[in-house]
Nanobody
């Protein structure tokens, strides 16, 4: 059974840092991996993506502050978040796409709260 296990969320002061992790279990091959976030009353929004080859893309709101990376041997994706702002407060979800048809799987979500 496919399972995505997230960790690393929490409460941090503005300007601080957090590192999110998401480990994919029972998956043998992964294409793109990504992080999304959903703030209260808002739609889920793409934050960053990383391809199987390591190419990355970021939403403009996090460029220069967040870094997405992956460890293919561990089927794990990370999100290093620096210079956090109150507007980064949200539930963060990891997402992976699995071949051959890019089936999408989601993590359970982890809360990130940034206090100003």
């Amino acid at each position: 059974q496919v399972q995505l296990v997230e960790s690393g969320g929490g409460l941090v002061q503005a300007g601080g840092s957090l590192r999110l992790s998401c480990a994919a279990r029972s998956i043998f091959s992964i294409n793109d991996m990504a992080w999304y976030r959903q703030a209260p009353g808002k739609q889920r929004k793409l934050v960053a993506t990383i391809s199987s080859g390591g190419a990355t893309n970021y939403d403009d709101s996090v460029k220069g502050r967040f870094t997405i990376s992956r460890d293919n041997a561990k089927n794990t994706v990370y999100l290093q978040m620096n210079s956090l702002k109150s507007e980064d407060t949200a539930v963060y979800y990891c997402n992976v796409r699995v071949p051959p048809i890019n089936t999408a799987y989601w993590g359970q979500g982890t809360q990130v709260t940034v206090s100003s």
